[in-house]
């Protein structure tokens, strides 16, 4: 059973910063691939971050630069560092597990969601 549960959003004014929590129950972690993605307002899912198992990171244009994705897998925990946020950041943040699909950046490679993390960034 896979469990994926986000945590660490929160209100910030612009600029500001925010780290991002998953949290994953399951076997074999290690070599999952994990996603980031964030639904505003009336918008489509958006792709925001991924890290493949061996520490290959990607990232949207949007976003890189300023966040950083990472994983402990001790912890069974992936991270989304956020930093200079934007008003433009504000969503909802979900964390998701790749089903081994070569895509990294469409919702439709995740088999397995969290329930979300509000982010708002106040101008």
């Known amino acids: 059973q896979v469990q994926l549960v986000e945590s660490g959003g929160g209100l910030v004014q612009a600029g500001g910063s925010l780290r991002l929590s998953c949290a994953a129950s399951g076997r074999a972690f290690s070599s999952w691939r994990m996603g980031w993605f964030r639904q505003a307002p009336g918008k489509g899912r958006e792709f925001v971050a991924a890290i493949w198992s061996g520490g290959t990171t990607y990232y949207a244009d949007s976003v890189k630069g300023r966040f950083t994705m990472s994983r402990d897998n001790a912890r069974n925990t992936v991270y989304l560092q956020m930093n200079s946020l934007k008003p433009e950041d504000t969503a909802i943040y979900f964390c998701?597990?790749?089903?081994?699909?070569?895509?990294?950046?469409?919702?439709?490679?995740?088999?397995?969601w969290g329930q979300g993390t509000q982010v708002t960034v106040s101008s």
């Open positions: 998701a597990r790749n089903s081994g699909s070569r895509y990294y950046n469409v919702a439709i490679g995740y088999d397995y």
